[in-house]
Each structure stands twice: as structure tokens, then as C-alpha cells.
Nanobody
């Protein structure tokens, strides 16, 4: 059974860094379409970064150059390294998967992601 558990959130000052982790079970992270999403209070959930079944990565424009998505095959874990954090990055962060082998644009639409973790809160002070 597919299961995702996020960790690593917290409170930091602007310019700081955090690394989020998403431990997966029931499938292999490196082969499925995976993504990080976030939702700030009063806002819709938005995509942050995705990695498809061919390991091609896509980032939202707002995080390019600051965030890095990666996978650890040995730990079956998805990561999101966040550097240069800004107050506008404050949100609940979720990892998700679209089970199966999907590439390119077929690994990008939020509605296609069917398994979600419980989320981890990131708060960035100014």
C-alpha cells in the first residue's frame, strides 16, 4: 500500500535553509512520478517541484535556483532542499505521487497525483 510521510519542516529566518524529506513505502520512489506541493493559508495548493519516472525535474518559477528536489534510492525517500528561504515560502508542504510510469507533462498536474502525505509546515520569518 502506498504511504508517504513528510518531515523536516520548521521555522527559520529569511535567507535560511531547510531540507524536507518524504519517506515512501509500497512503491519505489525513483521509478514513479513524484512531486512537492505547498499551500499557504487562503491560497490554493501549488506545485513546487516534480521529478518524473525518467528523473526529469521541473520547478516552479518562484523556487528555481533556490530549491532542489532529489531522491535517495537506498532510503526510498524524496527530498526538497530549500535555500534562500523567503517569507512567501511559508506554507504547508506536501509530497505526492502519481503511481505508475509518467514522463514530462504527464507528471505535473496536481489533479493527477493521487497519493499524498500529511504535510509538514514551513514558516519563514522576515
Amino acid at each position: 500500500q502506498v504511504h508517504l510521510v513528510e518531515s523536516g519542516g520548521g521555522s527559520v529566518q529569511a535567507g535560511g535553509s531547510l531540507r524536507l524529506a518524504c519517506a515512501a513505502s509500497g512503491f519505489t520512489v525513483s521509478t514513479y512520478c513524484m512531486g512537492w506541493f505547498r499551500q499557504a493559508p487562503g491560497n490554493e495548493r501549488e506545485g513546487v517541484a516534480t521529478v518524473d519516472s525518467g528523473s526529469r525535474i521541473n520547478y516552479a518559477d518562484s523556487v528555481k535556483g533556490r530549491f532542489t528536489i532529489s531522491e535517495d534510492n537506498a532510503k526510498n525517500t524524496l527530498y526538497l532542499q530549500m535555500n534562500g528561504l523567503k517569507p512567501e515560502d511559508t506554507a504547508m508542504y506536501y509530497c505526492a505521487t502519481r503511481p505508475g510510469y509518467y514522463y514530462g507533462s504527464r507528471c505535473g498536474q496536481e489533479l493527477d497525483f493521487t497519493y499524498w502525505g500529511q504535510g509538514t509546515q514551513v514558516t519563514v520569518g522576515s
